[in-house]
């Protein structure tokens, strides 16, 4: 029994625990306490002098530096409105790319003559940090000799107060480059990747509106996670080092009654949401949606979508509070993509669309024939860099979390296709054919802007008709891609998506007005190009299952790559046509690329030694062990039976379930042994992309052939022996 006195142990603890005490959720309207721990525009306005404000308003809009003067009298109203809330430290907040976020908290107080001390915090500190960077992933950006980073001040993420416990500290978002300048951080390359839209995004939507000043990319992300007790998840070594559980066969009640889904919300999580949720409305985080998943023990957050920058910073905030909340309520957060075997596993929606400063939203139908056609711009243009760039985008969101769960039935498959539905189909069939006859007479312009334009409200009405399957979908006035993992940074993926739309938009802009220099009119131009631009993107259009296998086969014809696993998917990232992308636009160099996919293929190696490492570790240690003694009963149990005179005939059952337990650990010992090896071998491959690759390979394979022994094993040993929380425990109980 001793092998599983921590799983029973850990029961009884669930059984007993009573609800968390001391939750403080505000007795007061949402509206009343939102926003309260952040540096927003109306705190600015009442701590900053007017000129000073329009100075910061107007590095925000035109992404500009402040200057030093200003810097200085920010930190100083930042200071003094923090210590009005309490706080006693500051930090710069940053995103390296470890995919957590991380800060170094230093003191406002400063000791004076004579024993005293004040509280500083001056220009120097807010605009510019050097954190101890050496051991952040460069990526080869840095030798350690000069291993030195530099936080700098983002002004357009507002700072804000963190509460942990008693403890409050001013966080100001930075980005974090190397001493040499290259970015070592997701936010950088956004920044660079939203300057970049903005700047392509308003020469197009001024083709129809000359007002436009400003666009900005917005996102509304939604976050799906796994939730399981504290208890149980200490059980489980896998869960404790990798995220995820490496056994455990399926219960009996998977998710196939879906009574989880939208199902009410058991009491102790939904405290753990009220909880989290106070501390990111208090951040200003607009969390709108909660509920439950597919899977059981799966949930979903979800807030009203903001510019892409601040939505990011959002969702890492969120992240990092619904780990440390649920800590709280002895629960534990999982947000790796797939948990548990044979149960849906967890991503997250980035919603993304382009709004302009006159607010409107370039993907949203317009109401008259000339704001559709601003529609059509801007959707056909999405589509077809979607189209030329669909590696790249796939190499974005490639992890080892999310390999096993694109592509498993339950995920958008690693195709990359576009869902637009069937209305809009028809709506760019017509443009690509109408056009391609001898370009347009005047009339026919008309026309077809009017046809075009008579179809849109139809768009609704198909838009309830959702294709749920698909990886990057359309939905009524956004773009969705499905396929970020839960545990992703959204910036890979809308670095990605920013930098090719803007690329597209720059390429359309020149062959529009390449056409109207030859005396077309501008109408007429825009639809030529949109016509050419379907005709060689409309293979990416996919309206049906893209979880079946025929659409595996149909994607091939089509010449749509499959790329299956994160090691091969990465290559999209340093080839000439990616170095080429964001050489042009200016966001990465061609040594920052390389860094990049040095980095993702490191992260992706050392995840998979770690689980290679435990899925070792606990089938020797823990379940072998169990199996013998378990098997050593059964012996005891047929020389026992001898003695009282039952015949050898009769103790068959016994003794088949002898060799059955036998043969598993035969296979069990054999299969680790030769994973091992195969570990030994893969590290000393010093070529990252090769040791990548001799992963996947050669070392992953047995991670499911262990597993289909260890879970047949589970199905037969006494349940008393068995030493790690089973999935109906760690699904079911809590
Ligand atoms: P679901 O995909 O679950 O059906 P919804 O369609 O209601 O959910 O929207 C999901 C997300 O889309 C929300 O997070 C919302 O903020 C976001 N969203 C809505 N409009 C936009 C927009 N214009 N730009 C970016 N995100 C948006
Ligand atoms: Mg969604």
Redesign the pocket.
């Known amino acids: 029994m001793i092998g599983a006195s921590l799983r029973f142990g850990a029961l009884e603890t669930i059984i007993d625990r009573q609800g968390v005490n001391g939750i403080k959720i505000p007795d007061a309207k949402i509206s009343e306490y939102f926003g309260t721990n952040v540096f927003n525009d109306a705190a600015m306005r009442e701590y900053l002098a007017e000129d000073v404000y329009e100075g910061v308003i107007e590095s925000i809009d035109t992404g500009q530096k402040i200057d030093r003067d200003i810097a200085d009298q920010v930190s100083s109203s930042m200071k003094a409105w923090a210590l009005n809330k309490g706080a006693t430290h500051y930090t710069h907040w940053f995103q390296p790319l470890t995919g957590a976020t991380a800060e170094k908290h230093d003191s406002f107080f400063t000791p004076t003559s004579g024993g005293r001390a004040i509280e500083n915090f001056n220009g120097n500190e807010l605009v510019q940090q050097e954190p101890d960077a050496s051991s952040f992933p460069s990526g080869g950006l840095r030798s350690t000799f000069e291993a030195r980073g530099y936080t700098a001040w983002d002004p357009s993420s507002p700072a804000f107060i963190m509460e942990i416990g008693a403890g409050k500290t001013l966080c100001i978002p930075t980005i974090f480059v190397s001493y040499t300048g290259e970015a070592l951080d997701y936010k950088a390359p956004l920044l660079k990747s939203l300057h970049l839209l903005d700047q392509t995004a308003v020469e197009v939507a001024r083709y129809f509106d000359k007002n436009v000043k400003k666009v900005r990319a917005?996102?509304?992300?939604?976050q799906e996670y796994f939730i399981v007790d504290e208890a149980l998840y200490f059980s489980r070594p896998d869960l404790l080092m990798t995220g995820r559980t490496l056994f455990g066969s399926p219960p009996a009640k998977g998710q196939q009654l879906e009574d989880h889904y939208f199902g009410s919300i058991p009491e102790r999580v939904y405290a753990f949401m009220l909880d989290y949720e106070t501390e990111a409305l208090k951040l200003g985080i607009p969390l709108s949606?909660r509920h439950n998943e597919v899977a059981p023990s799966q949930f979903e957050a979800?807030?009203?979508?903001e510019e892409a920058n601040l939505s990011v910073d959002h969702n890492q905030l969120v992240m990092d509070l619904m780990d440390r909340v649920a800590k709280r309520h002895k629960l534990r957060l999982l947000l790796h993509e797939k948990p548990y075997a044979k149960i849906n596993g967890s991503g997250k929606?980035n919603?993304?669309?382009i709004?302009t400063d006159t607010g409107k939203?370039l993907?949203s139908p317009g109401s008259t024939p000339k704001t559709n056609l601003q529609f059509l711009t801007f959707f056909v243009n999405t589509i077809k860099a979607v189209h030329d760039y669909s590696e790249l985008l796939r190499a974005s969101i490639a992890s080892s979390g999310n390999d096993f769960r694109l592509g498993a039935n339950e995920a958008p498959p690693a195709i990359i296709s576009v869902y637009i539905g069937k209305v809009l189909e028809d709506i760019l069939h017509e443009l690509e054919t109408r056009v391609t006859k001898k370009g347009f007479t005047e009339e026919e312009k008309i026309i077809l802007k009017l046809d075009i334009h008579s179809k849109i409200p139809d768009l609704f009405l198909d838009n309830t008709d959702?294709n749920r399957t698909s990886p990057f979908a359309f939905?009524g006035?956004?773009f969705?891609l499905r396929a970020v993992g839960s545990s992703a940074n959204c910036s890979s993926a809308m670095i990605v998506l920013n930098t090719i739309v803007a690329n597209q938009l720059k390429i359309f802009k020149e062959e529009v007005d390449e056409l109207i220099k030859k005396g077309a009119k501008k109408d007429g131009a825009i639809l030529k190009v949109l016509s050419e631009c379907i005709k060689s993107s409309k293979s990416i259009l996919f309206g049906g299952d893209n979880y079946s296998d025929d659409w595996v086969k149909e994607a091939k014809k089509r010449g749509l790559e499959n790329i299956k696993d994160s090691p091969r998917a990465l290559d999209a990232y340093i080839t000439k046509k990616t170095k080429d992308l964001f050489r042009r636009t200016e966001i990465f160099t061609e040594r920052e690329l390389h860094a990049r996919h040095n980095i993702r293929l490191d992260n992706y190696i050392k995840k998979l030694e770690i689980e290679a490492g435990m899925i070792s570790e606990i089938a020797t240690t823990q379940i072998i062990p169990v199996a013998l003694k378990y098997q050593n009963e059964l012996i005891s149990n047929v020389n026992g039976l001898k003695t009282v005179g039952i015949k050898a005939n009769d103790t068959k059952f016994q003794k088949d379930l002898i060799k059955k337990i036998n043969n598993h650990v035969a296979q069990i010992d054999q299969q680790v042994k030769k994973m091992n090896k195969e570990v030994d071998n893969a590290n000393k491959i010093t070529d990252h992309r090769a040791c990548a690759i001799a992963y996947c390979d050669k070392i992953k394979p047995y991670y499911d052939s262990i597993r289909t022994e260890i879970d047949a094993l589970e199905l037969v040993i006494d349940d008393s022996y068995w030493p790690l929380p089973k999935y109906r425990e760690l699904l079911f109980v809590r």
């Open positions: 917005t996102l509304g992300w939604e949606t979800a807030p009203y979508f929606h919603n993304w669309s709004m939203n993907l959702r939905t006035n956004k969705e």
